[in-house]
C-alpha cells in the first residue's frame, strides 16, 4: 500500500504553492492511494493525523511525503523517524530527496543527504550568531521583535484613552488593548517614581 501524508502550517505556505490540495496532486502523480491531512505547525508536537498514519504503516508499504518538513520538525528528528521506518521495512520516497530503503545504496545517500543537511543547518546558525554578535556591537541594538507602534502612536492611545475607553481607542488606533494597558501601567510607574 502507497500512503501519503501531508502538512500545512500556515495561510502563506498555502500560497507558496505548499497548499494541501497542490501536495495532494504531487502525491497521486507518485502512486500514493490513502492520503492522511494535517492542518497543524510543524512546531506542535501533536500531529494527529501523522500519529494515525505511522500506525497504519504496515512492512512493505511505502509513505510518499513532497518533503521532509512535512514529517518532522527538525533535521535530527526526520532523520530518526526515516530511519526507523526504513528499519521497519517501509520505504519512504521524500520526493525532493529520492526513495530510501533497506538497500545499502539508499543507506549511503540517506548518510551522506542527511550529514550535508546537519552540515547546512550548523552553518546557518554559525552565521546567525555571527550576525547577532555584530548587530550586538551597535548601542541602538535591540534583542527581539521590533516594536509595532512607535512612541507617538502609543502617546497619542494614551491621550485618547482620557476621553474614551479600552475598546474605543484600540478600535481608533488599531493598538490592541494589552499594549495600551502595558503603556499606562509604564506611563503610570514612572509618574509615581517622580
Do not use: W
Amino acid at each position: 500500500m502507497v500512503y501519503g501524508y501531508v502538512r500545512v502550517s500556515t495561510k502563506s505556505q498555502a500560497k507558496e504553492g505548499n497548499s494541501l490540495e497542490a501536495q495532494e496532486l504531487v502525491l497521486r502523480e507518485n502512486g500514493a492511494q490513502i492520503i492522511f491531512f494535517d492542518n497543524i505547525s510543524g512546531v506542535k508536537t501533536e500531529r494527529p493525523e501523522l500519529s494515525k498514519l505511522l500506525k497504519a504503516l504496515n512492512k512493505g508499504d511505502t509513505l510518499v511525503v513532497t518533503k521532509l518538513d512535512r514529517i518532522a520538525r527538525s533535521l535530527s528528528q526526520g532523520s530518526e523517524l526515516v530511519n526507523e521506518l526504513v528499519n521497519r521495512e517501509i520505504r519512504v520516497n521524500i520526493i525532493n530527496i529520492g526513495v530510501m530503503d533497506i538497500s545499502p545504496a539508499s543507506k549511503l545517500i540517506r548518510n551522506i543527504f542527511f550529514s550535508f543537511a546537519e552540515f547546512e543547518r550548523d552553518m546557518l546558525l554559525e552565521r546567525t550568531r555571527e550576525g547577532r554578535e555584530i548587530a550586538r556591537r551597535d548601542p541602538n541594538y535591540r534583542e527581539g521583535r521590533p516594536k509595532k507602534y512607535g512612541t507617538r502612536h502609543i502617546e497619542h492611545a494614551l491621550y485618547l484613552l482620557k476621553t474614551h475607553t479600552y475598546k474605543q481607542v484600540c478600535e481608533l488606533t488599531g493598538i490592541s488593548k494589552s499594549t495600551i494597558i502595558r503603556a499606562k501601567k509604564s506611563v503610570d510607574k514612572k509618574a509615581k517614581n517622580i
